[in-house]
């Protein structure tokens, strides 16, 4: 089985920019676009003048082609290289396989000598004098010499008459399936293109998304901070509150002390007052009964007045007092009231902030896992897309 289709033998000298382009529209004209060629076209690029160690792989490379393609050209018909290549393919090949280029020069067969008129102008090797009992087949390209391209309609159509030969196949229904191929690419372009806009707004609508989300995300985090930072500052408010509440017991505690020390005082202070106006009763009476001694006990009597006088005066201040502490511990207790209160309102908003903390979570949470199945959903229609 040959492993080339077609060998290309030409001159580096002049021909190497036409012998790149006719082996790149010959392999790929009429390709299936899943292929990478539709034949395999063998061109030497080496310069064989300068590695003549390089014949043997050239001779493996003829006697494995199906088709000799020469570009003719003076410098090709001065080349012992290209005459070597032909004389190796006329031996050992079929010379109906021998399909010519013409790049330059003059081509003219005579039916009467059945060859080609060999003139200076004839641009083909001496080796090919004599061989060719029928006129080949060959194709004109002197004018793509020097501008042979693959988007070059009138060098493609040239170049399709050695493509459908080496194919067997004839030239329009080449060049017409050439014509669906590229139809079919570019409707598999345009697909592509299709399909990358699509592929490219849902990437876009799952950022928007995933941005939204982060954002929605960040909110809510910053809500969360923001009644953790509130709880924080109530935290700190209901332990001050705390404070002040044992600072009021400690003082209850010590008004409590006083006004027992107090009521004490003022008990001792009405015995001492009972005391004395018994002692100046008492002194009254023997002022009244006693003659010369009447004197003494009036002086008493006087003395016991004014000290029972003093200690009405006392016992009135420590009543009064008596009356200051019990002010003062009713206002305590009222105090200590509101600050229970207090405490039980800011434990309450306590619990309801955690509660709402709670709830914020467990929102946040099924957000961002419902946001995170539906891009798991998308990516999956967009693989099957």
């Known amino acids: 089985m040959a492993t ?15 012998a790149t382009a006719l082996q790149s529209a010959i392999q790929t004209l009429g390709k299936p676009w899943y292929q990478r060629r539709a034949l395999r076209v063998f061109r030497d690029d080496a310069s064989l003048s300068a590695t003549p160690q ?11 082609s199906r088709y000799l393609i020469l570009l003719a050209s003076p410098e090709a018909a001065a080349s012992p290289w290209v005459a070597r290549e032909l004389l190796y393919w006329l031996d050992h090949k079929r010379v109906e396989t021998l399909l010519i280029a013409m ?14 008129s060999w003139t200076e102008a004839t641009p083909l090797p001496a080796v090919l004098a004599g061989r060719m009992a029928t006129e080949p087949r060959w ?11 693959r988007d070059d309609s009138s060098f493609i159509d040239l170049a399709a008459e050695f493509a459908a030969t080496i194919r067997g196949i004839p030239k329009d229904d080449l060049l017409s399936q050439e014509v669906r191929q590229q139809r079919r690419v570019l409707r598999l372009a345009w697909t592509a293109v299709g399909s990358l806009l699509v592929l490219a707004s849902l990437a876009g609508h799952q950022w928007k998304l995933m941005t939204a989300a982060e954002r929605t995300a960040a909110q809510q985090k910053q809500v969360v901070e923001e009644q953790r930072e509130e709880v924080t500052g109530k935290d700190y408010a209901l332990s001050r509150l705390n404070t002040l509440i044992g600072e009021l017991n ?15 005082e003022v008990a001792t202070l009405r015995s001492s007052l009972m005391a004395t106006e018994t002692e100046r009763d008492r002194y009254r009476g023997l002022y009244q009964r006693a003659g010369p001694g009447a004197a003494d006990a009036q002086r008493r009597v006087t003395e016991l007045s004014g000290q029972l006088d003093a200690e009405k005066r006392t016992t009135a201040r420590a009543l009064a007092q008596n009356e200051v502490l019990t002010q003062q511990i ?5 105090q200590l009231s509101t600050s229970q209160a ?3 309102a800011a434990e309450k908003k306590e619990l309801e902030a955690q509660q709402r903390i709670e709830d914020l979570g467990q929102r946040l949470n099924a957000a961002l896992d419902q946001r995170v199945r539906e891009l798991q959903s ?7 897309q």
Request: charged share 35%; proline share 1%; no cysteine.
């Open 342 to 344: 207090a405490i039980e």
């Open 103 to 116: 790049t330059d020069g003059e081509l003219v067969w005579n039916d009467d000598a059945n060859d080609f």
């Open 139 to 149: 194709v004109d390209l002197r004018r793509h010499r020097s501008s042979a391209a």
């Open 250 to 264: 400690e003082l209850l505690t010590l008004e409590k002390k006083g006004r027992f020390s107090a009521e004490e």
């Open 378 to 384: 998308n990516a999956k229609r967009s693989s099957k």
């Open 4 to 18: 080339y289709d077609a060998f290309i033998s030409y001159s580096h000298a002049k021909d190497k920019h036409i």
């Open 54 to 64: 390089l014949w043997p792989s050239i001779e493996q490379a003829l006697s494995e």
């Open 330 to 334: 009713a206002a305590l207790r009222r």
